[in-house]
Nanobody, 126 residues
Framework: QVQLVESGGGLVQSGGSLRLSCAAS????????MGWFRQAPGKEREFVSA????????DYTDSVKGRFTISRDNAKNTVYLQMNSLKPEDTAVYYC???????????????????WGQGTQVTVSS
């Protein structure tokens, strides 16, 4: 079993920054990809970013490229999402997630992830 706990959300003005953290426990964290998703009210959960086991490969949805940076510290069993130049449309609950198995490419679909955190709210005011 894997437990994921997100933190770092909050209220920020447009153009501001936040750093989300996701602490993992329960299995060998360093062996697997990790991902960040978000869900705005009335919308489906969507992929934001993913990172390979060693941080050597990363992926982002187009709307956050150049603004968000995913990273991980395997010694701390933690994955981060640095969010800069935030926009009101980034407002959502952000979830970190981990798949239950290996994929050849960084997974982007909700169904490819098995373990989920409880989410942390990010609100960007205009």
């Amino acid at each position: 079993q894997v437990q994921l706990v997100e933190s770092g959300g909050g209220l920020v003005q447009s153009g501001g920054s936040l750093r989300l953290s996701c602490a993992a426990s329960g299995r060998t964290f360093s062996s697997y990809f990790m991902g960040w998703f978000r869900q705005a009210p009335g919308k489906e959960r969507e992929f934001v970013s993913a990172i390979s086991w060693n941080g050597g490969s990363t992926d982002y949805t187009d709307s956050v490229k150049g603004r968000f940076t995913i990273s991980r510290d395997n010694a701390k069993n933690t994955v981060y999402l640095q969010m800069n130049s935030l926009k009101p449309e980034d407002t959502a609950v952000y979830y970190c997630a981990a798949p239950s198995r290996y994929y050849n490419n960084l997974p982007q679909r909700v169904g490819q992830y098995y373990y989920w955190g409880q989410g942390t709210q990010v609100t960007v005011s205009s």
